[in-house]
């Protein structure tokens, strides 16, 4: 039986110095091709760092060789008796992605040293497999190997992204019982672990933490700025500044810029924008895209395409960052004009543009667009972002092509909470009630469970019925679920309850939420002014106060209308003279317009006259503030003709088209017997052909639901609808005798 030859490296010293000459040059192919060529010349190697500069070549080049070159370490038999080696084959599996690989030749390794398990923790970590790179880290610590400052490091990152607080204290231990603590990066990953699970140990470990670089208080910057402690976080920073002010990197700013966001501070983020000018911080994409959200995020827009302009190299999140920004604040021309411009630069649309797009569309209801865009869509292969179709789907129903939408959603393989929510609101949204309950029961049917959003979308159809019956139904599912005392769904319930004008359980609906806000309050406020408890109305404002919760603007309007409707003229005129004095909320025309109807209902028709032209010279006046005054002249007429025609004047030049302002100006005429002058009024409806919105009442009838509009005697089923009124009204004068 032949052998092959076994060369001692002093006979092969050429050979090796050319190895480790490639090797040092990184020329791997060559490196390989001359190991392969030395192996089928019947060469073995038996020196171990030979074999660490041909692995790598290996990891660089060919898996297959890898694995042989592993066959041949084992069939020499050098695995055992040297661990450096199974280091080097451990570390080539790990670059190539096997894990499993890794692991076995880690377990048959006998001898195993401190780089042994850094390998197996830190290729854990890399590909993903925190669990096993922590738990390969307690067995290090078990075995009495200790760790590397790098592994250190990364073990504390897994640990944050794993939120394993307790662990991380664990961690915090065993650093305090070694000489880590003493290094910087050591001391920063702690500090980043707390600060981003428990910002309050974390501040612990700054103040005792005696030598703290620029890393350090970034970190608590930022760890403030995620958990939801803006202001401290920007109260650190200026610390920062007046120690380290030369040394303050882009990512701070950063950070401070998205604590001036969070916290709307729009003075202090354009200090930043001046200190960031000055440091020569511009060409950093992250400082310029951070200025742009915050400016967009603090309603200036102008400002916001200003830093993106001065911007000299942009990337898509710079581009989207704008248009998102020109989209929450209703600028959606300057979004079509600016999505043209980023066509023009070749810059590629992605799912955080298209989503942007859509809300244009939804803005301007144009069903072309959303067609367009659907395309774009399609080219570019985002049919299954469930982001984008969910979008997509609320946009279609927005212009009302609940078909397409429909269509849309059916052929979505996989829909979660947010489809089934969508659909909803889209048949809600195009007047389909029934429709939307369906797709709910089929949502059920799934197991898919409803959220918050679910429900109310499911109130807001309720909106659609003439009977309480759904709108229970609805309030007993979001009883099951649990929704029923959180704060949005519960303020839905009452409303929606007290739009019903069932007033007993739109209380109990209030008194169920466990944490009531301003919108609860203003909400239940309302509702007790709409039916005919003003003084339950300045109770609950009472019980709003005692809470420590201020009144909005929205609250302000709904007492001022609950004292009109009421009849408290008093108490509305001294409820607004205390609201003026407070100076918390700035009085809008909605407020002045209310006031104006107080003192109209009250029959203090001069002195609302008086406010109203107080208002006109500052042309801070509109059709509302008339309309008002013009309801008061039908209840107060005081005798003046002037006055009268004066207010109408007014009211159909600020809204011609308006069928309203002319209906009440005909009812004011009428209260007063003036039929002709009632009449001439709306004859001027007709000839002027300006659209009358219906009244209607709706009843339900073998279980659909039948619109009643007046004047239309083409209704189907009129005869049936009409005995069943009869009915009705033959058993309500039964009961009444």
């Given at each position: 039986?032949?052998?092959?030859?076994?060369?001692?490296?002093?006979?092969?010293?050429?050979?090796?110095?050319?190895?480790?000459?490639?090797?040092?040059?990184?020329?791997?192919?060559?490196?390989?091709?001359?190991?392969?060529?030395?192996?089928?010349?019947?060469?073995?190697?038996?020196?171990?760092?030979?074999?660490?500069?041909?692995?790598?070549?290996?990891?660089?080049?060919?898996?297959?060789?890898?694995?042989?070159?592993?066959?041949?370490?084992?069939?020499?038999?050098?695995?055992?008796?040297?661990?450096?080696?199974?280091?080097?084959?451990?570390?080539?599996?790990?670059?190539?992605?096997?894990?499993?690989?890794?692991?076995?030749?880690?377990?048959?390794?006998?001898?195993?040293?401190?780089?042994?398990?850094?390998?197996?923790?830190?290729?854990?970590i890399d590909h993903g497999d925190y669990d096993?790179?922590?738990?390969?880290?307690?067995?290090?610590?078990?075995?009495?190997?200790?760790?590397?400052?790098?592994?250190?490091?990364?073990?504390?990152?897994?640990?944050?992204?794993?939120?394993?607080?307790?662990?991380?204290?664990?961690?915090?231990?065993?650093?305090?019982?070694?000489?880590?603590?003493?290094?910087?990066?050591?001391?920063?990953?702690?500090?980043?672990?707390?600060?981003?699970?428990?910002?309050?140990?974390?501040?612990?470990?700054?103040?005792?933490?005696?030598?703290?670089?620029?890393?350090?208080?970034?970190?608590?910057?930022?760890?403030?700025?995620?958990?939801?402690?803006?202001?401290?976080?920007?109260?650190?920073?200026?610390?920062?500044?007046?120690?380290?002010?030369?040394?303050?990197?882009?990512?701070?700013?950063?950070?401070?810029?998205?604590?001036?966001?969070?916290?709307?501070?729009?003075?202090?983020?354009?200090?930043?924008?001046?200190?960031?000018?000055?440091?020569?911080?511009?060409?950093?994409?992250?400082?310029?895209?951070?200025?742009?959200?915050?400016?967009?995020?603090?309603?200036?827009?102008?400002?916001?395409?200003?830093?993106?302009?001065?911007?000299?190299?942009?990337?898509?999140?710079?581009?989207?960052?704008?248009?998102?920004?020109?989209?929450?604040?209703?600028?959606?021309?300057?979004?079509?004009?600016?999505?043209?411009?980023?066509?023009?630069?070749?810059?590629?649309?992605?799912?955080?543009?298209?989503?942007?797009?859509?809300?244009?569309?939804?803005?301007?209801?144009?069903?072309?667009?959303?067609?367009?865009?659907?395309?774009?869509?399609?080219?570019?292969?985002?049919?299954?972002?469930?982001?984008?179709?969910?979008?997509?789907?609320?946009?279609?129903?927005?212009?009302?092509?609940?078909?397409?939408?429909?269509?849309?959603?059916?052929?979505?393989?996989?829909?979660?909470?947010?489809?089934?929510?969508?659909?909803?609101?889209?048949?809600?949204?195009?007047?389909?009630?029934?429709?939307?309950?369906?797709?709910?029961?089929?949502?059920?049917?799934?197991?898919?469970?409803?959220?918050?959003?679910?429900?109310?979308?499911?109130?807001?159809?309720?909106?659609?019925?003439?009977?309480?019956?759904?709108?229970?139904?609805?309030?007993?599912?979001?009883?099951?679920?649990?929704?029923?005392?959180?704060?949005?769904?519960?303020?839905?319930?009452?409303?929606?309850?007290?739009?019903?004008?069932?007033?007993?359980?739109?209380?109990?609906?209030?008194?169920?939420?466990?944490?009531?806000?301003?919108?609860?309050?203003?909400?239940?406020?309302?509702?007790?002014?709409?039916?005919?408890?003003?003084?339950?109305?300045?109770?609950?404002?009472?019980?709003?106060?005692?809470?420590?919760?201020?009144?909005?603007?929205?609250?302000?309007?709904?007492?001022?209308?609950?004292?009109?409707?009421?009849?408290?003229?008093?108490?509305?005129?001294?409820?607004?003279?205390?609201?003026?004095?407070?100076?918390?909320?700035?009085?809008?025309?909605?407020?002045?317009s209310c006031l104006i109807d107080l003192l109209?209902?009250?029959?203090?028709?001069?002195?609302?006259?008086?406010?109203?032209?107080?208002?006109?010279?500052?042309?801070?006046?509109?059709?509302?503030?008339?309309?008002?005054?013009?309801?008061?002249?039908?209840?107060?007429?005081?005798?003046?003709?002037?006055?009268?025609?004066?207010?109408?004047?007014?009211?159909?030049?600020?809204?011609?088209?308006?069928?309203?302002?002319?209906?009440?100006?005909?009812?004011?005429?009428?209260?007063?017997?003036?039929?002709?002058?009632?009449?001439?009024?709306?004859?001027?409806?007709?000839?002027?052909?300006?659209?009358?919105?219906?009244?209607?009442?709706?009843?339900?009838?073998?279980?659909?639901?039948?619109k009643f509009i007046a004047g239309d005697k083409?209704?189907?089923?009129?005869?049936?609808?009409?005995?069943?009124?009869?009915?009705?009204?033959?058993?309500?004068?039964?009961?009444?005798?």
């Amino acid at each position: 039986m032949n052998h092959p030859p076994i060369i001692s490296i002093s006979k092969l010293s050429n050979w090796v110095a050319k190895i480790k000459e490639l090797s040092s040059n990184k020329r791997w192919v060559e490196l390989l091709s001359l190991y392969n060529d030395l192996n089928k010349s019947g060469v073995q190697f038996t020196e171990p760092t030979l074999f660490h500069p041909i692995l790598k070549a290996c990891s660089v080049t060919s898996l297959r060789h890898g694995k042989s070159l592993h066959a041949s370490v084992i069939k020499l038999g050098v695995l055992e008796s040297c661990t450096s080696i199974g280091n080097s084959i451990m570390d080539f599996y790990l670059k190539a992605g096997i894990l499993d690989s890794t692991f076995s030749v880690f377990d048959n390794m006998k001898v195993r040293d401190c780089v042994s398990w850094n390998i197996m923790i830190s290729g854990c970590i890399d590909h993903g497999d925190y669990d096993r790179g922590l738990s390969t880290f307690k067995e290090a610590r078990a075995a009495g190997f200790e760790t590397n400052v790098s592994t250190l490091v990364l073990v504390m990152q897994t640990v944050n992204i794993l939120g394993a607080l307790h662990e991380g204290q664990r961690m915090h231990g065993y650093i305090m019982k070694t000489d880590f603590l003493a290094v910087s990066s050591v001391q920063n990953a702690l500090l980043g672990m707390y600060a981003n699970m428990a910002v309050e140990f974390a501040q612990k470990l700054f103040d005792e933490m005696s030598d703290r670089d620029v890393i350090a208080w970034s970190v608590m910057i930022s760890g403030y700025v995620r958990s939801d402690n803006a202001h401290f976080g920007l109260g650190i920073f200026r610390e920062m500044l007046s120690l380290f002010g030369k040394e303050v990197d882009g990512q701070t700013v950063v950070s401070a810029l998205k604590a001036c966001t969070n916290l709307k501070n729009y003075v202090t983020g354009r200090a930043l924008h001046g200190f960031v000018v000055r440091k020569g911080f511009y060409g950093d994409l992250f400082v310029g895209n951070s200025l742009i959200d915050m400016y967009s995020k603090c309603n200036d827009p102008d400002a916001a395409f200003q830093a993106w302009n001065d911007m000299p190299l942009k990337n898509s999140v710079s581009w989207n960052s704008l248009l998102s920004g020109l989209v929450c604040n209703g600028k959606h021309s300057e979004a079509i004009n600016l999505f043209i411009s980023m066509q023009k630069s070749k810059i590629e649309p992605d799912a955080v543009t298209l989503v942007n797009l859509l809300q244009v569309c939804k803005h301007f209801a144009d069903p072309l667009i959303c067609k367009c865009i659907h395309t774009v869509i399609l080219r570019k292969k985002h049919e299954l972002n469930d982001i984008i179709i969910n979008t997509l789907v609320d946009v279609y129903a927005k212009c009302n092509l609940i078909c397409f939408a429909q269509r849309l959603f059916n052929s979505m393989k996989i829909r979660d909470t947010v489809s089934w929510s969508t659909m909803i609101a889209a048949f809600t949204h195009c007047g389909l009630p029934d429709e939307a309950i369906k797709v709910f029961n089929e949502m059920i049917q799934t197991q898919e469970k409803p959220n918050a959003v679910t429900v109310l979308n499911l109130i807001e159809a309720c909106s659609c019925y003439s009977e309480l019956k759904v709108p229970k139904s609805v309030h007993g599912i979001a009883i099951r679920l649990g929704l029923a005392t959180e704060t949005t769904v519960g303020t839905a319930i009452l409303d929606m309850y007290s739009s019903y004008g069932d007033i007993i359980t739109s209380k109990k609906a209030f008194s169920q939420i466990i944490n009531k806000n301003v919108i609860s309050f203003s909400a239940m406020i309302a509702a007790c002014g709409m039916n005919g408890l003003p003084h339950d109305a300045l109770c609950l404002l009472t019980e709003m106060e005692m809470h420590g919760i201020k009144p909005n603007s929205i609250t302000i309007l709904s007492v001022l209308s609950a004292c009109s409707h009421g009849g408290l003229i008093n108490e509305g005129l001294s409820f607004f003279q205390k609201f003026i004095k407070s100076q918390e909320v700035k009085p809008s025309l909605e407020h002045y317009s209310c006031l104006i109807d107080l003192l109209s209902r009250g029959g203090k028709l001069d002195l609302a006259m008086e406010l109203t032209d107080q208002l006109a010279k500052g042309k801070n006046v509109g059709a509302s503030a008339w309309g008002a005054l013009l309801s008061g002249c039908r209840t107060s007429y005081n005798g003046n003709e002037n006055f009268q025609e004066k207010v109408i004047k007014h009211v159909l030049e600020f809204e011609p088209n308006n069928s309203s302002g002319y209906m009440l100006a005909s009812n004011v005429y009428a209260a007063r017997g003036s039929w002709d002058a009632a009449a001439r009024f709306r004859a001027m409806v007709k000839d002027k052909q300006v659209k009358v919105v219906a009244g209607y009442s709706m009843v339900h009838v073998n279980n659909a639901c039948c619109k009643f509009i007046a004047g239309d005697k083409h209704r189907f089923l009129l005869k049936e609808i009409l005995e069943e009124l009869h009915k009705c009204m033959k058993m309500e004068k039964i009961q009444v005798n």
